[in-house]
């Protein structure tokens, strides 16, 4: 799914958040923003720091920042999140094309899709019941079909 929102916007809204929330700009935050916008598929918080630590090795940065700063990202819908109970929360770009995610529980992989149909019945079901729609979260879980050949 391709980004709605140039990078340059996307940090000039994160410097504003930064701003607003009484937090620096600082070149480790704006990293996790970048390998967040420039990798398409979900992460998690280890995963974004080891690309910043692989790709930017001269760049001292803590796990710490970056969990506080995708934190602060999903709460200002930068970035979104699926959650994997004990097993934590895999993120991504938030600011992407509406859509929805088969979930494999097997392996974690993460497949997006887009269905017309479903959401075209969101909107008659939220009518029926007089309820205005702002939102939806789908997630399918099952098993993917690399791990149902394996048997």
């Known amino acids: 799914m391709t980004n709605t929102i140039s990078y340059d916007?996307?940090?000039e809204n994160f410097k504003k958040l930064l701003k607003?929330?009484?937090?620096?700009?600082t070149t480790q935050r704006e990293l996790i923003l970048k390998v967040i916008y420039?990798?398409?598929g979900h992460f998690t918080p280890e995963d974004?720091?080891?690309?910043?630590?692989e790709s930017y090795p001269e760049v001292?940065?803590?796990?710490?920042?970056?969990?506080?700063?995708?934190?602060?990202l999903e709460d200002a819908e930068i970035v979104s999140s699926i959650s994997f109970g004990t097993q934590g929360k895999k993120y991504e770009f938030g600011l992407k094309k509406h859509?929805?995610?088969?979930?494999c529980v097997k392996c974690g992989n993460i497949e997006e899709f887009y269905d017309e149909t479903i959401e075209r019945r969101q909107e008659e079901i939220a009518k029926k019941f007089n309820f205005?729609?702002?939102d939806h979260?789908?997630?399918?879980?099952?098993?993917c079909s690399t791990c149902i050949s394996k048997g």
């Open 38 to 40: 420039d990798n398409d």
């Open 9 to 11: 916007d996307v940090l």
């Open 20 to 25: 607003s929330n009484n937090l620096k700009y």
């Open 60 to 72: 001292k940065l803590g796990i710490a920042t970056v969990y506080r700063t995708l934190t602060l």
């Open 48 to 53: 974004i720091y080891n690309l910043i630590k």
């Open 99 to 103: 859509h929805d995610h088969l979930v």
């Open 137 to 143: 979260v789908m997630k399918i879980t099952g098993t």
């Open 132 to 134: 205005k729609m702002s």
